[in-house]
């Protein structure tokens, strides 16, 4: 279902239903995108031709050159709501095209078949992490954060409230604005701390109903919701993979996830409710359970899903987002040249992070 400016219609494919001047525009924008995207590499943007330019202007004024229609503009911002926890006027025009080059492009980053939204896992992604430190066994140390990372002629201290961890080299692999919150003796350089205080997490709330029955499938709906009116900017059939627990899931972003949880909760779940009820109709009232997760009251993450830059970073201090200093590496999601702001950016990153310490030792 589509929902913009106050109107809801259903559509089958990736591109929502559209006057046909509408569905000619959206075309031209998104092959207009393309061409772009593909001149921006993500191992380099600041030397692509136009760089300057295009870092110099926010998304919203370049995106206003060649997209017209008030209603596509709306179905473009709620991507980018969803891709970024931003607003299109927060994000650098260069920093999203190299974002979206090293993603595969703008439907490849939000759509479900064959996009990254696809999958899931079976029980939770958090099944990955878990697997992981089970092999690695006492060496994974939970509950301790870094507050401060001590660089030695021949190791690192990573120095955190009870305890002091020794090491040759240090890879820090947390999104740039919390690596800006730890604490460097001698300091990091001043073009690494530019860069840290300027990457922004995006805003997103998780919201989780649990029903009884699956009534928005049993009336031949996929659950698939693309809202520019929200609260809700994006719905999906979130039904346990085995059928037996119906959910819908839905994500409160950007601007709107900045004041959410500011709002009483009756409120914020009559709102949530009231959407889903436009498209569901007033079954979708009678949920079993309501969650939600604000990651920017999340201390550990504060904000979610990916940081992003605004104008005048890339082209800038954007060069020391990977360049170790001293013995410290940096690694993160946000550092990665392909799938930035995914799960697979931040094993590409932690990979090269690796490999950039294997040399050395
Ligand atoms: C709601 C949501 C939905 C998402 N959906 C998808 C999706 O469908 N597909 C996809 O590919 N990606 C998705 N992402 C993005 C994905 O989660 C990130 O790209 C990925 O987790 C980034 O990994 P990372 O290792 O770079 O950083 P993080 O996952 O942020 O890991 C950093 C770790 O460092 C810890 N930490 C922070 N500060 C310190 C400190 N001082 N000391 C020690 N430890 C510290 C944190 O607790 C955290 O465990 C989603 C993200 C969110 C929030």
Request: aromatic residues 8%.
């Amino acid at each position: 279902m589509l929902e913009v400016e106050g109107k809801v219609s259903t559509y089958k494919r990736s591109i929502p239903s559209m006057s046909v001047a509408n569905l000619i525009q959206m075309q031209g924008a998104l092959s207009y995108l393309k061409r772009v995207r593909k001149k921006i590499s993500p191992t380099g943007p600041m030397t692509a031709e136009g760089a300057e330019a295009l870092d110099g202007e926010t998304l919203e004024t370049w995106r206003a050159r060649f997209v017209k229609s008030s209603r596509i503009n709306a179905v473009m911002d709620v991507a980018i709501r969803t891709i970024f926890g931003a607003e299109a006027r927060e994000l650098s025009a260069l920093y999203f095209l190299m974002y979206l080059n090293a993603g595969g492009g703008l439907l490849s980053l939000s759509e479900a078949r064959g996009g990254a939204q696809q999958d899931r896992f079976v029980p939770g992604a958090q099944a990955i992490s878990l697997a992981l430190a089970k092999e690695l066994g006492d060496a994974v140390k939970l509950g301790v954060p870094v507050r401060k990372l001590l660089q030695r002629a021949d190791g690192v201290d990573a120095v955190s409230d009870t305890q002091t961890i020794e090491g040759r080299y240090a890879i820090v692999t947390v999104p740039p604005v919390l690596a800006g919150r730890i604490e460097y003796e001698p300091s990091v350089s001043v073009g690494r701390d530019q860069v840290t205080q300027r990457f922004a997490m995006g805003a997103a709330v998780k919201v989780l109903l649990t029903y009884e029955r699956a009534f928005w499938r049993e009336a031949g709906f996929s659950g698939e919701v693309v809202s520019s009116d929200g609260p809700l900017s994006v719905v999906y059939d979130n039904t346990s993979h085995d059928g037996r627990q119906p959910a819908l899931i839905g994500f409160v972003v950007g601007s709107q996830a900045r004041q959410w949880s500011a709002q009483p909760l009756s409120d914020r779940q009559r709102r949530v409710t009231g959407a889903l009820k436009r498209y569901f109709g007033e079954e979708a009232g009678a949920f079993q359970e309501y969650r939600e997760l604000d990651w920017g009251a999340e201390p550990w993450s504060r904000g979610c899903p990916v940081g992003g830059l605004p104008p005048g970073v890339l082209t800038n201090s954007f060069a020391h987002l990977r360049k170790p200093e001293g013995r410290i590496h940096w690694g993160g999601t946000e550092s990665a040249t392909e799938w930035i702001g995914y799960m697979e950016g931040a094993i590409q990153s932690g990979e090269r992070a690796a490999d950039e310490v294997l040399r050395r030792l």
